[in-house]
């Protein structure tokens, strides 16, 4: 008898699934994906945790455990190898995970062959990114053992995941959008411009992202900007977001406009209601995998304007311009003013709906995927 009520029980046992994400969970596109996923998902059918790679709490940790799960706090920086494959033991074997999902731009090779080695029935990696020029002397390696240690393979676009997986199969799985947040609103729009000093009839160029090496290329919007303020004067670039660069684009602005802004992850003011100030939304990254920005952007009506690194979902081919970096900084200034003047685009929201990237839609996919996925390799 207690045999029997054993199996009953493990055969209704909820799936546990742990989440590793490189990073804390900040203000950030891949970080809102996995939000919003998780906010959407039926907690009654599935656990899902996370391990953040940072010793301070996100902020976005709270909210992430009131839906069941733990948030698992972890930097490795200290850790010989030896030392930090026995902590991994520890966690999956605790933790009793059918799934690992590794989240990350420049996956971690380390925790995926642990993952394999330590018995993790179902191991997944998802491909943010479409380069990494840090990555080139250890692309390899590290493609080598994503190949052998990891059975299931997602990616934010095509080009994301062929950069990553190659010639292996792999999934697109659009980034997760709460587009209701997003919609345009005047309220918004003047209540942004009041608090920052900018006026009603300024045109405002907005881009949102983090100030890294070699990413978001803010320091070519700059150059570009310097043209674009020189023919409209009564111009505004905004920038949102934090990071490394920060202070040196912060330097470079001061010698070019002083209708630079450089506004950072606030609580205050939700980072939506900054789309609604925008006139026109620019991204000329070095590489992307498919930044949620850029989607946000679309759904409140903007027009973009994003390098050609930046991968285009073809169904929103007429809401998003493309140039490479290569055309320099006039075609791109006259593109942006161009492209400013047509107004809003009335097609991005429905078109982004129809196309799988609303989150109720993507988070019932994925937690259909993993229920899935738990129930075949019991």
């Known amino acids: 008898m207690r045999i029997e009520t054993m199996k009953r029980e493990n055969a209704t046992e909820k799936p546990r699934v742990l989440l590793v994400f490189a990073g804390k969970m900040v203000l950030g596109g891949i970080e809102f994906s996995i939000l919003n996923n998780l906010r959407n998902f039926d907690h009654s059918a599935i656990t899902v945790d996370i391990l953040e790679r940072s010793k301070e709490k996100g902020m976005f940790d709270d909210e992430i455990e009131s839906f069941g799960g733990k948030v698992l706090l972890d930097s490795d920086e200290d850790d010989s190898f030896f030392g930090h494959a026995k902590k ?15 989240h990350t731009d420049c996956f971690d090779s380390t925790d995926v062959f642990l993952s394999f080695l330590f018995g993790v029935r179902c191991r997944i990696l998802h491909s943010h990114n479409n380069a990494d020029p840090f990555l080139k002397k250890r692309r390899r390696i590290k493609m080598f053992v994503n190949s052998f240690c990891t059975n299931y393979h997602f990616a934010d676009s095509k080009e994301a995941g062929e950069w990553l997986f190659g010639k292996r199969q ?25 608090s920052y000093g900018i006026a009603d009839d300024a045109f405002v160029v907005g881009c949102i992202g983090h100030f890294v090496p070699l990413h978001k290329n803010q320091s070519f919007l700059i150059d570009v900007f310097r043209e674009i303020v020189a023919k409209k004067p009564n111009s505004y670039l905004v920038f949102v977001g934090e990071g490394p660069e920060k202070e040196e684009l912060v330097e470079k602005a001061k010698q070019t406009s002083d209708h630079i802004l450089f506004i950072g992850n606030s609580i205050h003011i ?8 925008f006139d026109v939304f620019c991204l000329p990254s ?47 200034a006259k593109t942006i003013i161009d492209v400013g003047m047509l107004g809003r ?20 996919r994925l937690q259909a995927f993993c229920l899935g996925l738990s129930k075949k390799k019991r």
């Open 88 to 102: 991994m033991k520890q966690i999956f074997k605790k933790g009793n995970y059918s799934i690992v999902y590794f």
């Open 286 to 332: 070095f590489h992307e995998g498919l930044p949620l920005v850029v989607m946000e952007a679309v759904a409140n009506g903007l027009y973009c304007v994003n390098s050609t690194n930046v991968p285009l979902d073809q169904a929103l081919n007429k809401e998003i311009f493309r140039l490479a970096l290569s055309d320099g900084v006039t075609k791109w």
């Open 170 to 194: 792999f999934t697109v799985l659009k980034p997760s959008i709460d587009l209701g947040k997003f919609v345009f609103s005047k309220e918004n729009r003047e209540f942004v411009r009041k």
């Open 270 to 277: 939700p980072t939506s209601f900054f789309y609604s100030a």
């Open 345 to 364: 685009q009335s097609t991005g929201f429905d078109n982004l709906l129809s196309n799988g990237y609303d989150a109720k839609d993507s988070a019932n």
